[in-house]
């Protein structure tokens, strides 16, 4: 295919052992964080109800963030768009499926008894 | 040694013989005749085999090998023997309808059961699904100019699957019998409550077994589509068709997973006692219905697109003209592709959600007729001003266009949920997915078969066998599934096995001749082949462009050799073979020639399907030792595998060039073929590039350089 | 293109394994759609679980009633740190294809994601016997057990094929193919962990919460 770059470029991100084990350390730290604070919201008692839930539902979402980027190593890098297309398409159909579902599954359950 | 843990719950009346000697009745000994069949086909192929001493070539080069082609072939094969079957249960459903005023007919309402049951999870999952796959799989990296999909062996694993559900549908007809809940298997008649015995587990574990073959397709084509094309050959530039088989990829990869999870869910209250769908307990059974129909609905477009892909393909070639509005046509594509997720409530409108929650999905499905639209006239267009040659395929076409219009109407008029109330469950509903898939699908692979036959075996069809089976289809079409528009209205439900309205009998009996039609159409399409092979040295066109293609399949070998491309083609337009010929470049020798590696045959794809199918058959007859022992074996095969490296041979330069050159020079020297003479046996693959009819003789060979620059 | 250029999700191997690193675009690529699929299995479960743990209950215990935070909270931290561990192992491999150091991250992966696993049979073992909560008891209890069995079976496939890798390391030692294979590893075991905050988000903690 091609051939490496000239030997004076400086290494990419993803050359350097240093920058990947901080990539990863930085992850841990962050999953820790923001796990311990989904657990609080609960132990004690920070939120109710629907705030709780929000706030848990948005602890979770920036987490799967953290890892796909830290620990996964998807990003915005203009060079390799694919990945992030897929898992964008992805999310795009999972939204689909999971909210119809529990529309569709709500709107039946409420008509017939509740 | 206790009987029940060796051979779990089969007992000797569990095989279908013993209904016929038990209780003599036709229906019974229409179940034994179809068993026999079966049994008899089995033998007979054994038999053959055996005579022939062909074991071992079968072994060697067909089950074992990992070539796309070979691949692409066996899938076809399963679809054709399959459909073989499904279609005799179809006629069996017409005359049992025919002969049912009353309470008449002459098979048992179990036995019709099981026939539309069988016929409808054949013909999509064994017959749809195996036709559309061999195609993708022989045609697509022909066309992007690659020597194989990205995972050859990935691809002959998910071939043996696919093979392991048609086997185990095909033993139902011997061993026990066959669910009763229709394709679509709705709880909580599949339960355990109302479906004991083997049947509903026969459909389970034959549809997963399909299910995660095409899962493994898909992923495997799509990334061949995003990673193998040949240099130059962009995504724009790619032939509709690819297009088609990666929107169809992507479908399968996210919509077979909800299926899964709905046959393991189901499986669970089965074998398990779970309730995810049981009336009592906390099930619900219409999280079934949403589940099926997530995947249900994506189904649909899967097998459709590719024959989309097929028609754009035939329209341009047998009008001598580019596509009309090919960006068009890929756009339409895709968004057919994302909305066939979002419309997939239309299929229970009536299950009781609010009227709001109908309206959206309803609209969301007329809109998807939209694309649909966009890609009709985009047809339409192609053949305006086109020179249209009316060969088989294109017959097809044209039958498709008229009577694919007529289905996608009534289907938006189904998409008002206003009118899906008064007709649901009706022979309307029937008709209208007939309408779209016999037209639309079915057609669309028998046009695919007369327009790629040449390519894959080196010799054409024969033409007027192939015109007299369109004559017999294409009727029998119309008279079989246009009557029941009308019981629809009339009130006629469907999967009954009697009725008592005199009105009806003219239309049954006029659907009647419509399926013997269609049978009389497939004897044809079975004799046009023979015949075919018979007469093959007439026939044969072994230059490899009998119809004057435009797609780089063209510009190999009929039949292609095993890796395809002597030199990776350089692409830098759309159609970039029938661009090189029209240039005058076509056919010329490349500068230097490669080692080229291809992968070892390998026993590892068909022992996996033997064990896959050991291990669904022992779970449908709660054979435990044999589950475990099945499950174990599949996967030391797969870690056995991952220890082997030498998985690769070198195909040496210099056989390709000699294969190669001289493919090249008997292509040089050959006489181009006139299009009015293409039906001739004057046609040996060589088309005569357009512009250049009426001058005969065997067009300059130039001095050697560059293939297609 | 530069071959400094990441091709593909996980870690890559540009700068230390041109070779390997071209060869890593096709296949991972193509686990990376699988892992795509076995999402959307995911999200289906997710959906019918986020039905039935409401509507499902039939009499039978709620959410709050069985489950047990502190063991979710603690499979949690086995989980991710294992996650984590695996990371090393990869840089290792990246970096210096040191089988011995390879091979220790991996015990340690391995050993916290049994560890995980363990310790959700004992959850499933408290449930049955001192909550009178098999997945028999109602649809709620059977979504629960699927979802999270499903998860579970996934990590034990893990852990089997962790095992099989060790041997290859030891047998075969870094060869490409050997490498894309932990990679593909590495990115199950990373996603298996994304899942997880799926699980102890909307199963446990919201179980608790409402």
Not at chain 1, 63 to 70: E, G, I, S, W
Not at chain 3, 59 to 66: C, I, N, T
């Amino acid at each position: 295919m091609s051939n490496r770059g000239p030997a004076d470029t400086p290494p990419s991100e993803y050359e350097d052992e240093g920058r990947e084990r901080l990539s990863y350390v930085v992850g841990l730290v962050l999953a820790l964080l923001l796990t311990t604070g989904a657990f609080a919201v609960v132990w004690l008692d920070l939120l109710s109800g629907g705030a709780a839930l929000a706030a848990l539902g948005l602890l979770a979402l920036v987490q799967a963030v953290v890892h796909l980027r830290y620990f996964l190593h998807i990003d915005l890098a203009r060079s390799h768009r694919d990945d992030l297309l897929l898992i964008l398409f992805t999310v795009l159909i999972l939204l689909i499926m999971v909210s119809g579902t529990i529309w569709i599954l709500y709107d039946q359950h409420i008509r017939m008894m509740a | 040694m206790n009987w029940e843990l060796i051979f779990g719950q089969i007992k000797w009346n569990s095989f279908v013989f013993s209904g016929a000697i038990e209780n003599p009745s036709l229906s019974e000994f229409i179940a034994s005749g179809a068993g026999f069949i079966a049994v008899l086909g089995a033998l007979a192929a054994v038999i053959l085999l055996t005579v022939k001493g062909w074991w071992v070539p079968l072994w060697r080069d067909w089950l074992t090998s990992v070539d796309h082609k070979k691949v692409g072939i066996m899938y076809i094969a399963i679809a054709l023997v399959m459909f073989a079957r499904a279609v005799i249960e179809a006629a069996l459903i017409r005359a049992q309808q025919l002969s049912a005023y009353d309470g008449g007919g002459f098979l048992s309402a179990d036995h019709f059961g099981q026939l539309f049951s069988t016929h409808g999870t054949i013909m999509i999952f064994f017959v749809a699904m195996p036709f559309i796959t061999g195609l993708m799989n022989y045609v697509m990296p022909l066309q992007i100019g690659a020597r194989d999909v990205s995972f050859p062996l990935l691809n002959a694993i998910s071939l043996m699957l696919t093979m392991a559900g048609a086997i185990l549908i095909m033993v139902s007809l011997v061993v026990g019998q066959f669910s009763t809940g229709g394709w679509s298997a709705y709880p909580p008649f599949t339960g355990i409550e109302f479906s004991p015995g083997e049947g509903v587990d026969y459909w389970i574990w034959a549809v997963s077994l399909g299910s995660i073959g095409s899962t493994l397709t898909g992923l495997n084509f799509a990334v061949t589509i995003y990673k193998k094309r040949c240099p130059g050959m962009t995504l724009f530039r790619m032939p509709l068709f690819c297009w088609t088989t990666l929107c169809t990829s992507i479908l399968m990869i996210f919509a077979m997973a909800p299926l899964t999870a709905a046959t393991i869910m189901l499986a669970l209250d089965r074998y398990a006692g779970f309730h995810f769908f049981t009336n009592g307990d906390g099930g619900n059974m219409m999280n079934y219905a949403n589940l099926f129909w997530l995947f249900g609905h994506p189904e649909v477009y899967i097998l459709i697109l590719p024959a989309f892909g097929v028609w754009s393909e035939v329209v341009a070639t047998f009008a001598s003209k580019r596509i009309y509005g090919y960006t068009s046509l890929v756009y339409a594509t895709m968004c057919i592709a994302v909305l066939s997720f979002a419309v997939w409530l239309h299929h229970f409108f009536t299950m009781g959600q609010s009227a709001n929650v109908n309206a959206v999905f309803g609209i969301a499905t007329m809109v998807i007729g939209v694309p649909t639209g966009v890609k009709v006239y985009d047809w339409l267009l192609t053949m305006v001003g086109g020179r249209i040659r009316f060969t088989t395929p294109m017959l097809f076409h044209i039958n498709f266009l008229l009577t694919f219009i007529l289905g996608g109407m009534t289907g938006v008029l189904l998409a008002n949920p206003g009118v899906d109330f008064q007709v649901h469950n009706t022979l309307f509903l029937v008709a209208h997915f007939h309408n779209m898939i016999i037209p639309g699908v079915l057609f669309g692979m028998f046009a695919a078969v007369q327009f790629w036959f040449p390519k894959v075996f080196g010799f054409r069809l024969h033409e007027g066998l192939g015109r007299a089976s369109f004559w017999c289809f294409a009727p029998g079409f119309l008279l079989a599934f246009f009557p029941l528009y009308w019981l629809g209205m009339m009130g006629a439900t469907r999967r009954t096995y009697m009725w008592s309205d005199p009105s009806y009998l003219p239309w049954l009996a006029l659907a009647m001749a419509g399926a013997a039609l269609i049978l009389a159409g497939f004897a044809l399409m079975v004799a046009q082949i023979v015949v075919s092979v018979r007469r093959r040295e007439q026939l044969a066109a072994p230059l490899g462009d009998p119809w004057d293609g435009r797609a780089l399949e063209w510009s190999i070998p009929s039949p292609p050799p095993e890796w395809n491309f002597a030199v990776l083609p350089q692409v830098t337009a759309r159609d970039p073979f029938y661009e090189a010929k029209k240039a005058g470049i076509a056919y010329r020798s490349p500068a230097a020639y490669e080692d080229i590696e291809v992968p070892r045959n390998t026993a590892t794809a068909p022992l996996i399907g033997l064990f896959a199918c050991a291990w669904a058959f022992a779970l449908v007859w709660h054979i435990w030792w044999l589950v475990v022992v099945s499950f174990v074996l599949m996967w030391v095969v797969v870690i056995v595998r991952s220890f082997q490296t030498d998985t690769e041979e070198t195909v040496p330069a210099a056989t390709v060039k000699a294969a190669n050159e001289a493919f090249l020079a008997a292509a040089r020297a050959a006489p181009g073929v006139a299009r009015d003479r293409e039906m001739t046996s004057e046609n040996r693959g060589r088309a005569l590039p357009e512009g250049l009819e009426g001058r005969s003789g065997p067009v300059s060979s130039r001095a050697p350089v560059e293939v297609l620059p | 293109m530069s071959l400094s250029e990441r091709l593909h999700p996980g870690l890559n191997l540009a700068g230390t394994d041109p070779e390997g690193h071209e060869a890593a675009e096709e296949v991972l690529f193509g686990f990376w759609i699988f892992l795509m699929s076995d999402l959307v299995l995911f999200a289906v479960l997710f959906a019918t679980y986020a039905a039935m743990s409401v509507q499902g209950i039939a009499g039978g215990p709620r959410p709050a009633e069985v489950f047990d935070l502190t063991a979710a909270f603690l499979e949690t931290m086995l989980l991710l740190l294992s996650s984590f561990a695996f990371g090393f192992a990869m840089l290792e491999m990246k970096y210096r294809e040191n089988r011995r150091r390879v091979l220790s991250w991996l015990l340690v992966t391995g050993v916290l994601g049994a560890a995980f696993v363990g310790m959700e049979l004992h959850d499933y073992y408290v449930m049955i016997t001192a909550h009178a909560a098999p997945p028999q008891a109602s649809g709620f209890l059977s979504a629960y057990y699927l979802l999270t069995g499903t998860h579970a079976l996934h990590v034990s496939s893990g852990l089997v094929w962790m095992a099989i890798m060790a041997v290859q390391v030891m047998v075969i030692g870094f060869s490409t193919p050997v490498k894309l294979r932990l990679m593909r590893l590495a990115l199950f075991w990373h996603m298996l962990d994304v899942v997880w905050i799926g699980i102890f988000t909307f199963v446990y903690l919201f179980g608790v919460v409402s």
